[in-house]
Structure formats: structure tokens, C-alpha cells
């Protein structure tokens, strides 16, 4: 069964570091998205993507983060200057279209910020 | 108000229960209902999709959405210890950009 990959699963960090996480959606979908959820805490959305363009961010999505569909393939978030309350988990979701499919997620990046 | 809230419990049942899950939300605007399954440092695993009001069931799973008491709930018969995870609604507007999430609720099915 198809599934969302996302690599690495785990990144450590120095604070002020620039770090990118890729995530590899399923073949034929055409949305993708980008999650964090902070340890204990709720999924939290952070931003929607779809031909090539942002579609919809949140609050948290501020000037220090970016993504990018560089190939086919590839689907990325890179954050710019890590600070220390970027420590969570990253998880990458993608969907096919319209109507009545929804998100499937990938197993998550955990990434910590030292 | 936040805008989805659930029970983060935990909620522990013996083997053979039958669980029930629930969220409210704010929101009316709210049409796409999803409940997702969660193990510990895993991504979510989609289980069930509702869209609107109505039931919805699949297997040992039913899904149930009451809009005009902005309440869902999920509902899981015959309890197996390896139901045992956190379980997450998660509801949109439009289903194409952004999902709202509960926090989740911790399920223990004992043996």
C-alpha cells in the first residue's frame, strides 16, 4: 500500500541552525501539508501546498519557515534559524483531490533543537 | 474557545469493551469529521472519514457526527488490547487546507 515517507526520522540541532526535512508523498496526490505536534501537545497545522503555491499557513508559519516541491517527488520544510521551542515532531500529510479523500500522514520527523 | 476539544483522558477498558470516543467543536462550518489513530511516536493513521452528519461504520469501528450538537464520537465494539492507542478527531472546513485536531485521547484495552 502506498504510504508517506519522511526522512530523517530523527534530526538534532544546534539553535540558530538551518535545518530541511523531507518528506516523500504519495505518488499521485496533489495536496500536501505540513504538521507539527510539540510533545504532549495537539497536531498543530502549519501550512497547505498545492500547485506550487501555499494555499493556506497558520500562525506558526512565520518568515523563519519555507517549503518547497523541489522534483516530482520531494516535498520539503525547511526551517531557517531553529530556536529552541522548534522541537517537536514534523509530520508531512498528503491527499489526491477533491471530494471525499482525505490526509494521509507520514511516520514523522522528530526534530530537537539543543 | 478552542476550536475542537477532546477528552485527553486516559481511558482504560477491559478486553471486549466497547469504547466510546468523543469531540466537540465550535465551529459550525465545520463538513469533514476524521478520526485517526495514534501509537506512541507514530505518524496519525486515518480510521474512519464522515463527511456532514450521519453514522459511518467499518469493521469494529462506527463513526457518528450530531452537527447540530457539534459532537462526534467514535465508537469501537469487541475492545482489543491492540486498539491500546491515542486517539485523535480531527475536523475541516473544506477539506482541502487546514485540519483542526483534539488533543487526543490515551485508550488502555486490557487483556
Known amino acids: 500500500e502506498p504510504e508517506v515517507t519522511q526522512t530523517p526520522s530523527h534530526q538534532v540541532t544546534q539553535m540558530g541552525q538551518e535545518v530541511i526535512l523531507r518528506c516523500v508523498p504519495i505518488s499521485n496526490h496533489l495536496y500536501f501539508y505540513w504538521y507539527r505536534q510539540i510533545l504532549g501537545q495537539k497536531v498543530e497545522f502549519l501550512v497547505s501546498?498545492?500547485?506550487?503555491?501555499?494555499?493556506?499557513k497558520s500562525e506558526i508559519f512565520d518568515d523563519q519557515f519555507s517549503v518547497e516541491r523541489p522534483d516530482g517527488s520531494n516535498f520539503t520544510l525547511k526551517i531557517r534559524s531553529t530556536k529552541l521551542e522548534d522541537s517537536a515532531m514534523y509530520f508531512c500529510?498528503?491527499?489526491?483531490?477533491?471530494?471525499?479523500?482525505?490526509?494521509?500522514f507520514g511516520p514523522g520527523t522528530r526534530l530537537t533543537v539543543l | 474557545q478552542k476550536e475542537v476539544e477532546q477528552d485527553p483522558g486516559p481511558l482504560s477498558v477491559p478486553e471486549g469493551a466497547i469504547v466510546s470516543l468523543n469531540c466537540t467543536y465550535s465551529n459550525s462550518a465545520f463538513q469533514y469529521f476524521m478520526w485517526y489513530r495514534q501509537y506512541s511516536r507514530k505518524g496519525p493513521e486515518l480510521l474512519m472519514y464522515?463527511?456532514?452528519?450521519g453514522n459511518k461504520e467499518d469493521g469494529r469501528f462506527t463513526a457518528q457526527v450530531d452537527k447540530s450538537s457539534k459532537y462526534i464520537s467514535l465508537f469501537i465494539r469487541d475492545s482489543q488490547p491492540s486498539d491500546s492507542a491515542t486517539y485523535l478527531c480531527?475536523?475541516?472546513?473544506?477539506?482541502?487546507?487546514?485540519?483542526?485536531f483534539g488533543s487526543g485521547t490515551k485508550l488502555n484495552v486490557k487483556p
Open positions: 501546498f498545492y500547485n506550487n503555491e501555499i494555499s493556506e
Open positions: 480531527a475536523m475541516s472546513v473544506n477539506n482541502f487546507n487546514k485540519f483542526y
Open positions: 464522515t463527511y456532514s452528519s
Open positions: 500529510a498528503s491527499r489526491y483531490r477533491d471530494g471525499t479523500d482525505t490526509q494521509y
